[in-house]
């Protein structure tokens, strides 16, 4: 069954070219006509991975294209995730699975309720990768791939491709505490680095606020009922600091180049579920509240 990938960014393209080079079916959905000229003329995706190149000329198409998609791999942007499904919604086959590589919470459950007829698999990844070029992708560190379904907790048979392409992954059966325990280390650690414009080691200087934010963050799981993400916050994002601590978060790299951020599905997701569960959270909110004081004044979206 082809693997249809929509969003060649840093993680979609790493699972493309993955899946592709052990000659697995891969088909690139991109935007539109002069997208997808552009991604031939550069001859394909290009992987880099220890510091060797290789370069694989993946099928591609776009969006509007009419074959059927039975198998997607939804890899964009959390606040592109709603808009990009409707574009591809008339393709969809009625045993449709999707899984959802997105940052953050909320765009996940506007997908799935979107597409009530489709399986949605929600994925939470420790990979990193980064793009150095158009359409090429750098493989900058091992980690693991997440997968779950609440609705339905049977793995699917397709797990045994992802071994193939040598892609480290595990299914979870609570996918949902491993997506909070995500963002509430992106919460405590993104946010800082856009305001204090630091790499993420530099934060050890901020240690009171990157303690104060993790109080409220656990106080935050346990309303929500996810006490197994709220143990131990703070010493993992202690740990995730130490191991990062070269890299720029993925925030302050789109706030430096101009992009909009995620900020309504990491930071806004975390406040405005305070609110619903009654949890006073004065420290994140005075963040929130500042980060978007922040964008604002680069012209940045606030949301």
């Not at 009419?66 to 942007?77: F, T, Y």
């Not at 934010?213 to 994002?237: N, P, S, W, Y």
Request: negative net charge; hydrophobic residues 40%.
């Amino acid at each position: 069954m082809t693997w249809h990938i929509l969003g060649a960014g840093s993680l979609g393209s790493l699972w493309a070219t993955r899946l592709a080079r052990v000659g697995l079916p891969v088909t690139l959905l991109l935007r539109d006509a002069e997208r997808l000229a552009a991604y031939h003329d550069a001859g394909g995706l290009t992987l880099v991975e220890n510091g060797r190149e290789q370069r694989l000329a993946i099928s591609a198409q776009t969006v509007d294209a009419s074959d059927p998609i039975r198998r997607l791999l939804l890899a964009c942007k959390a606040y592109d995730a709603l808009a990009a499904v409707d574009a591809i919604a008339h393709r969809l086959t009625a045993d449709a699975e999707l899984i959802l590589l997105q940052n953050g919470l909320g765009s996940q459950q506007q997908v799935t309720e979107r597409l009530p007829g489709a399986r949605c698999i929600l994925a939470s990844s420790t990979e990193g990768a980064y793009r150095d070029g158009p359409f090429r992708v750098v493989f900058a560190g091992r980690g693991t791939t997440w997968l779950g379904d609440p609705y339905h907790p049977a793995p699917p048979a397709w797990l045994a491709e992802l071994t193939q392409a040598g892609i480290p992954h595990a299914w979870s059966d609570q996918i949902q505490s491993r997506l909070w325990r995500k963002l509430a280390i992106n919460c405590a650690i993104n946010p800082l680095t856009v305001l204090h414009d630091c790499r993420n080691g530099e934060l050890d200087a901020h240690q009171d606020e990157v303690a104060g934010l993790c109080t409220e963050l656990g106080g935050l799981l346990h309303a929500c009922g996810q006490d197994e993400a709220a143990a131990g916050l703070f010493e993992e994002v202690q740990r995730v600091i130490q191991a990062t601590a070269a890299n720029s978060s993925s925030m302050r790299q789109d706030v430096g180049a101009g992009r909009r951020t995620e900020i309504s599905y990491l930071l806004g997701h975390a406040c405005a579920e305070g609110l619903r569960q009654g949890v006073p959270l004065p420290r994140l909110t005075a963040l929130l509240q500042s980060l978007q004081a922040h964008l604002r004044a680069r012209g940045l979206p606030d949301t």
